[in-house]
């Protein structure tokens, strides 16, 4: 497949099935994003504690979290994960729901995915009487950064993310939705 053949692309809602292969994708996109560098043993606790198949069968039976999963010719190659009811910092906002991961595996990015992932994450949210869909994103990813302010979300605030113990600075970012 050439690299700008145009994808064959569906979205759907994750099922219980799907745990192995999120927790795959979720540890390559976030080590190609987050460990530039390589593996120490804090990126490894990070990715075992967030990405196991246990960590994602348990979230997936968590009823305030929802993945939409993206799939091209029956690989899946993207997911966001959603969570009703996630109050964001900074806000009184109570009908929000959080993106808490947009992913989309490198070699697929820049194609679109990751912009259909997230407008029916906003539809999904919209549709379950949110007002608001939120998000962290770490300063130091650029690419998020304008790719969100490119989306049509605004800077609402800071935040830490505890990484292992290790503290990074976070942009929150905000997108009111139209009802539904
Ligand atoms: C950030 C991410 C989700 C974007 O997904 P994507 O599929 O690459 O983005 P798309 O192809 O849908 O791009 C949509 C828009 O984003 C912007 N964008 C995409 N890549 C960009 C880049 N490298 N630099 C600046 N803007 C960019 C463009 O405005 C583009 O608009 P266009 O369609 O008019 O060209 C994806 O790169 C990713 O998963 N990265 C690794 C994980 C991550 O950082 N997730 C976010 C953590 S908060």
């Given at each position: 497949m050439s690299p700008t053949a145009p994808l064959e692309l569906s979205l759907r809602l994750a099922i219980p099935a799907d745990a192995r292969s999120l927790g795959v994708l979720g540890t390559q996109v976030f080590l190609d994003t987050y460990a530039p560098q390589g593996i120490r043993p804090l990126i490894a606790d990070e990715v075992i504690e967030h990405f196991s198949t246990d960590a994602i069968e348990r979230l997936l039976a968590q009823p305030a979290t929802t993945f939409v999963v993206a799939e091209s010719a029956g690989h899946l190659i993207g997911f966001a994960q959603l969570t009703r009811g996630a109050k964001p910092p900074h806000?009184?906002?109570?009908d929000a729901v959080e993106l808490a991961r947009l992913y989309v595996l490198e070699r697929f990015t820049s194609r679109g995915v990751g912009k259909r992932l997230l407008h029916e994450s906003e539809r999904w949210a919209a549709s379950n009487h949110a007002m608001m869909l939120w998000l962290t994103a770490w300063i130091g990813n650029a690419r998020a950064l304008a790719f969100y302010a490119a989306q049509g979300y605004t800077e609402a605030g800071k935040t830490v993310y505890d990484f292992q113990g290790e503290l990074y600075e976070n942009r929150v970012f905000a997108k009111t939705l139209a009802p539904r």
């Amino acid at each position: 497949m050439s690299p700008t053949a145009p994808l064959e692309l569906s979205l759907r809602l994750a099922i219980p099935a799907d745990a192995r292969s999120l927790g795959v994708l979720g540890t390559q996109v976030f080590l190609d994003t987050y460990a530039p560098q390589g593996i120490r043993p804090l990126i490894a606790d990070e990715v075992i504690e967030h990405f196991s198949t246990d960590a994602i069968e348990r979230l997936l039976a968590q009823p305030a979290t929802t993945f939409v999963v993206a799939e091209s010719a029956g690989h899946l190659i993207g997911f966001a994960q959603l969570t009703r009811g996630a109050k964001p910092p900074h806000s009184e906002a109570v009908d929000a729901v959080e993106l808490a991961r947009l992913y989309v595996l490198e070699r697929f990015t820049s194609r679109g995915v990751g912009k259909r992932l997230l407008h029916e994450s906003e539809r999904w949210a919209a549709s379950n009487h949110a007002m608001m869909l939120w998000l962290t994103a770490w300063i130091g990813n650029a690419r998020a950064l304008a790719f969100y302010a490119a989306q049509g979300y605004t800077e609402a605030g800071k935040t830490v993310y505890d990484f292992q113990g290790e503290l990074y600075e976070n942009r929150v970012f905000a997108k009111t939705l139209a009802p539904r």
